[in-house]
């Protein structure tokens, strides 16, 4: 991208695999470095297909797309039957204990990890098994910690999660994000107004974007599922 820019985007299209109608159209974007911007709509607007096209996961078909390294927090967390050790290297094997005590700490989830029985070696269940939806989220932001990527794409990062735990996951989320840009899809209010704009996508074109302070992005809010 541009210096001092994360994302520029012009006019692109693209295509999931194996479908002939676009999902994403004519998309216009430029993001600034540490910039906030959250990416709200219906569902199957094209949000999640937004941050596929960010990180690089699903290719532009036409239009001009330049992003800088990026990392994906998706809806559902991946966990493998393995310890919560090797649940956290994945996102980076080379990371030193002390690396590693740091992002559980600041995820919130080293008390958690210090009680169990084997402490960080404490193996999971398949799908996690033995962790609470809070603790999973928790261990997601972890690894994405790990990942000093400039850009963070967090698809939805609270979904599910109670209202004491969601603010304190996105509390967290916004502190580690400092310096950073970051795009957050969502349909939820308290995920949208930590952003400095927010776009709105339907039918996979972005209809309008609003900044912090105009009435678009008040009207923009209003729009969103309340806390
Ligand atoms: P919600 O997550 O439900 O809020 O929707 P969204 O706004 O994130 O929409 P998303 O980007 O997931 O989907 C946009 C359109 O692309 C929808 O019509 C989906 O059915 C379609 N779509 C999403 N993923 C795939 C895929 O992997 N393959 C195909 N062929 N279509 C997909």
């Known amino acids: 991208p541009l210096p001092?820019?994360?994302?520029?985007l012009a006019d692109v299209s693209a295509f999931h695999e194996g479908s002939n109608a676009a999902v994403l159209k004519d998309i216009d974007l430029a993001l600034r470095q540490g910039e906030r911007l959250a990416v709200i709509g219906s569902s199957g607007a094209g949000k999640s297909s937004l941050l596929a096209l960010l990180s690089g996961e699903l290719p532009?078909?036409?239009?001009?797309i330049a992003a800088t390294p990026a990392t994906l927090l998706t809806q559902r967390t991946e966990?493998?039957?393995?310890?919560?050790r090797g649940n956290l290297t994945l996102a980076d094997p080379k990371a030193s204990e002390a690396r590693l005590?740091?992002?559980?700490?600041?995820?919130?989830?080293?008390?958690?990890?210090e009680a169990m029985p084997q402490g960080i070696d404490t193996r999971l269940g398949e799908g996690g098994l033995?962790?609470?939806g809070g603790q999973s989220r928790r261990l997601a932001l972890a690894r994405l910690f790990l990942r000093?990527?400039?850009?963070?794409?967090?698809?939805?990062p609270t979904e599910g999660l109670d209202g004491a735990t969601a603010r304190d996951v996105l509390?967290?989320?916004?502190?580690m994000a400092a310096g950073r840009s970051l795009v957050i899809a969502t349909h939820i209010r308290r995920e949208a107004v930590i952003a400095d704009r927010i776009a709105v996508i339907e039918g996979g074109r972005i209809l309008d974007v609003s900044r912090r302070?105009?009435?678009a992005f008040e009207k923009a809010l209003d729009r969103l599922r309340p806390d």
């Open 4 to 8: 001092g820019y994360a994302v520029s």
């Open 60 to 64: 532009a078909r036409t239009g001009s």
């Open 148 to 156: 000093a990527t400039p850009l963070w794409l967090l698809d939805e």
């Open 171 to 175: 509390g967290r989320l916004s502190a």
């Open 213 to 215: 302070g105009e009435v």
């Open 101 to 113: 005590h740091d992002v559980l700490a600041a995820a919130g989830l080293l008390a958690d990890v």
């Open 130 to 132: 033995g962790l609470s």
């Open 79 to 84: 966990l493998f039957e393995d310890s919560l």
